[in-house]
Structures are given as structure tokens and as C-alpha cells.
């Protein structure tokens, strides 16, 4: 595989410009960023990450309280109403 590279062009007069401008090249079109640069972005990719999965965490337990509190209100809800319909049936 590497047979095929042509080192002679890699090491002869104005390689080095040629490497430079490829560095320069790849570095204004964000080929090529620093280490610093790339540590960050992953960390702060890591830190979304644990955000989303806490936030998923806080919406399915809200979730789960919302449906018990819908119960409790349902329950509430016919309580009432069948205290109601004893209090009309006492006042007839």
C-alpha cells in the first residue's frame, strides 16, 4: 500500500512549501484543529450527553406523577360528586 507513494515528491525541492501550504490549507477549512480544540468539543459533546439523559430522567418521572395525580383527581372528582348527589337526594 505504502509502495505506491511517491516519496521522491515528498522529499525534494519545494516539499516542504508544499506540505506547509497543505497544513495552512487544512487548517482554514478546519481539516486539521488543535488537541485542545478537540478535547473540548468531545467534553463538552460528554456534558450535552449527561444533560439530555437527566433531562429525559426528570421528564419520565414527571410523567409518572402527573398520571398518579390524574388518578388522584379522577378519584377526587367522583367523591364529590356522589357526596353531592347525597346531599340533593337529602334535601328532596
Known amino acids: 500500500m505504502l509502495d505506491n507513494v511517491p516519496w521522491q515528491a515528498l522529499t525534494g525541492a519545494g ?5 506547509a501550504g497543505f497544513a495552512v490549507w487544512a487548517i482554514i477549512t478546519g481539516r ?3 488537541r485542545t480544540t478537540h478535547e473540548e ?4 459533546r460528554n456534558e450535552w450527553r449527561a444533560e439530555s439523559r437527566i433531562k429525559d430522567q ?5 410523567d409518572i406523577q ?8 379522577q378519584t377526587v372528582n367522583t367523591i364529590m360528586r356522589s357526596l353531592g348527589a347525597a346531599v340533593d337526594r ?3
Open 15 to 19: 516539499a516542504g512549501w508544499a506540505l
Open 32 to 34: 486539521l484543529v488543535p
Open 58 to 62: 426528570q421528564l419520565l418521572e414527571k
Open 90 to 92: 337529602e334535601a328532596s
Open 41 to 44: 468539543v468531545i467534553h463538552d
Open 66 to 73: 402527573l398520571r398518579h395525580m390524574g388518578e388522584v383527581g
